[in-house]
């Protein structure tokens, strides 16, 4: 998990490493399907965006949420 004042800046260094899939999310929603869909490694979030109480949402959902695979696998594999 990835905190700066946006999140921007740390999920864009963070993607620059390969095997890094690091999504910025913004609620339970965004952090679910970004695991769900993406298969994203690394949640980066926004300190100065989020409340307390909404970051814990968004690791929660995020830990809880597994990589879908089928019809999304194509794409994720085209990442690497």
Not at 32 to 52: E, F, I, K, Y
Not at 69 to 74: D, N
């Amino acid at each position: 998990m990835l905190i700066c004042g946006t999140g921007i800046g740390m999920s864009i260094a963070a993607n620059r490493n390969r095997g890094i899939r690091a999504a910025l999310c913004h609620d339970g929603l965004t952090a679910r399907l970004a695991r769900q869909h993406n298969d994203a490694n690394v949640l980066a979030l926004g300190g100065r965006l989020l409340g307390v109480e909404l970051a814990k949402d968004c690791l929660r959902n995020f830990l809880a949420t597994k990589f879908e695979g089928g019809r999304h696998a194509r794409r994720v594999a085209k990442f690497s």
